[in-house]
C-alpha cells in the first residue's frame, strides 16, 4: 500500500508569504495528526482530525494556522503570514479508526515537510 | 501532564557493541509507550511499543525495549549495534483520550561507529 505523502518536501519562503503544506494519508486511515519538529527540539502535536472534524486541535500555536481535511481524504496546513519561527519539519501522520485499538495501533508518518521561513 | 524525557542528545556506539538509548515518562495511569526512528529525509518509522504485558518488548531490526514501571522509564535496547543503526530515536506515550495524539521526547541522534 502507499505510505502517507507530503508535499512540498522543502519549502523557502520569505516572511510575511504564504505557504501550503499537503498531506494524503494512506487509503482508509480515518485519523489524520500534523506534527512540527523545530530544529533540535522535540515533536510537537498540532491537531486531529478525525475524517474531516477535528478531533484536537490544542497544539495549534495561532490563528495564523488553518488546517483543512477536504471530504475526509487529503488535508492541507497553510500558514498565512509566516514567520521566522514557523521553520521547522512539518510531519503528517494517519492512522486507523478502530476504538478497541486506538491506543494499540502505530501512526503511520510521511517523510515531512522542511519549511524555512528567511 | 503527560511527557517524556530522552536525556541524552546524543549517544555514540562502536559496531558491534551493545546500545542503550534512554527514555523515561509521566502519565497518569497506565503508560503506552513507543519508539519511533528517523532516518535522514525520512519520515518517523515505528520499532515497537509497549502495551501490557512483558516488560521486554522485541521490535523491529533487533530493537527491543524495556519497561520499567518503578524507575518510569522504556530504554531502548539492541545486543549488538551496526552502523546502519545510525538514526534519530523518538521515545513516545499515548497521551489519554480523546484523540490518541502521541507525545514525543526530544529525540537522541545514535552514532554507530565502524
Known amino acids: 500500500e502507499a505510505g502517507v505523502t507530503q508535499f512540498p518536501s522543502h519549502s523557502v519562503i520569505e516572511k510575511g508569504q504564504t505557504v501550503t503544506l499537503r498531506c494524503d494519508p494512506i487509503s482508509g486511515h480515518d485519523n489524520l495528526y500534523w506534527y512540527r519538529r523545530v530544529m533540535g527540539k522535540e515533536i510537537k502535536f498540532l491537531l486531529h482530525f478525525v475524517k474531516e472534524s477535528k478531533q484536537d486541535e490544542s497544539g495549534m500555536p495561532n490563528n495564523r494556522f488553518l488546517a483543512e481535511r477536504t471530504g475526509g481524504t487529503y488535508s492541507t496546513l497553510k500558514v498565512q503570514p509566516a514567520e521566522l519561527e514557523d521553520s521547522g519539519v512539518y510531519f503528517c501522520?494517519?492512522?486507523?479508526?478502530?476504538?478497541?485499538?486506538?491506543?494499540?495501533?502505530?501512526?503511520?508518518f510521511g517523510n515531512g515537510t522542511r519549511l524555512t521561513v528567511t | 501532564a503527560q511527557s517524556v524525557a530522552q536525556p541524552e542528545d546524543q549517544v555514540n556506539v562502536a559496531e558491534g557493541n551493545p546500545l542503550t538509548v534512554k527514555c523515561t515518562y509521566s502519565?497518569?495511569?497506565?503508560?503506552?509507550l513507543f519508539w519511533y526512528v528517523q532516518y535522514p529525509n525520512r519520515g518517523l518509522q515505528f520499532l515497537l511499543k509497549y502495551i501490557t504485558g512483558d516488560n521486554l518488548v522485541k521490535g523491529s531490526y533487533g530493537f527491543e525495549a524495556e519497561f520499567n514501571k518503578s524507575q518510569t522509564s522504556f530504554h531502548l535496547k539492541k545486543p549488538s549495534a551496526l552502523v546502519s543503526d545510525s538514526a534519530l530515536y523518538f521515545c513516545?506515550?499515548?497521551?489519554?483520550?480523546?484523540?490518541?495524539?502521541?507525545?514525543f521526547g526530544q529525540g537522541t541522534e545514535l552514532s554507530v561507529k565502524p
Open positions: 501522520a494517519s492512522s486507523q479508526w478502530d476504538d478497541r485499538a486506538l491506543y494499540n495501533s502505530p501512526l503511520h
Open positions: 502519565v497518569s495511569g497506565n503508560p503506552y
Open positions: 513516545a506515550v499515548r497521551a489519554l483520550p480523546p484523540g490518541g495524539k502521541l507525545i
